[in-house]
T-cell receptor, first 117, second 108 residues
Framework: GAVVSQHPSRVICKSGTSVKIECRSLDFQATTMFWYRQFPKQSLMLMATSNEGSKATYEQGVEKDKFLINHASLTLSTLTVTSAHPEDSSFYIC?????????????FGPGTRLTVT | GIQVEQSPPDLILQEGANSTLRCNFSDSVNNLQWFHQNPWGQLINLFYIPSGTKQNGRLSATTVATERYSLLYISSSQTTDSGVYFCAVVRGNTPLVFGKGTRLSVIA
């Protein structure tokens, strides 16, 4: 099956610093990638959708200047949390879709646990 | 937007028991997926099932698209089945929308 990798799996940073999370589709071309965040004991909430080569579309309430998304190629998307604060601590999960053959299945990375101290 | 409701929210089972988890959705969908989130947070893709019935070992799923619901069956549950089960749906080329999940605990 399709594989999505995410790096790093866990990161601890100090308040005010920036953190970059990478998401790669390993064996397919991801025409669309998605970023979700999940707080403890809650469901996944969509943050943004990105298509290769174009600007990301952010969900209401998500600060685009704080969560920078770059989908530079069909296999790589990055999420940069800028000037991180403790309230940004969360579990971030990327997801990818390849619409070849009208396949709407989404594949998920293993997630990145961010702790801001 | 489309709404997804899962029931029950919590479930405790004795090892070996069977269970049925339900997912209702508010509109027609192109895709429905069931996931198991393990204790480390990894989402395990169980089924891609916009309609019909599929089986994989002790797990099976049925989606009745015309009635807007899906069921996930777990038979002969094991402690390793514990975790959160999510149903997620999509309409058109939009992102998956997740339900709130069913938290399953299987006790020995």
């Amino acid at each position: 099956g399709a594989v999505v990798s995410q790096h790093p799996s866990r990161v601890i940073c100090k308040s005010g610093t920036s953190v970059k999370i990478e998401c790669r589709s390993l064996d397919f071309q991801a025409t669309t990638m998605f970023w979700y965040r999940q707080f403890p004991k809650q469901s996944l909430m969509l943050m943004a959708t990105s298509n290769e080569g174009s600007k990301a579309t952010y969900e209401q309430g998500v600060e685009k200047d704080k969560f920078l998304i770059n989908h530079a190629s069909l296999t790589l998307s990055t999420l940069t949390v800028t000037s991180a604060h403790p309230e940004d601590s969360s579990f971030y999960i990327c997801s990818a879709r390849d619409l070849a053959g009208d396949n709407y299945e989404q594949y998920f990375g293993p997630g990145t646990r961010l702790t801001v101290t | 937007g489309i709404q997804v409701e899962q029931s029950p929210p919590d479930l405790i089972l004795q090892e070996g028991a069977n269970s049925t988890l339900r997912c209702n959705f508010s509109d027609s969908v192109n895709n429905l997926q069931w996931f198991h989130q393990n204790p480390w947070g990894q989402l395990i893709n169980l089924f891609y099932i916009p309609s019909g019935t599929k089986q994989n070992g002790r797990l099976s799923a049925t989606t009745v698209a015309t009635e807007r619901y899906s069921l996930l069956y777990i038979s002969s549950s094991q402690t390793t089945d514990s975790g959160v089960y999510f149903c997620a749906v999509v309409r058109g080329n939009t992102p998956l929308v997740f339900g709130k999940g069913t938290r399953l605990s299987v006790i020995a």
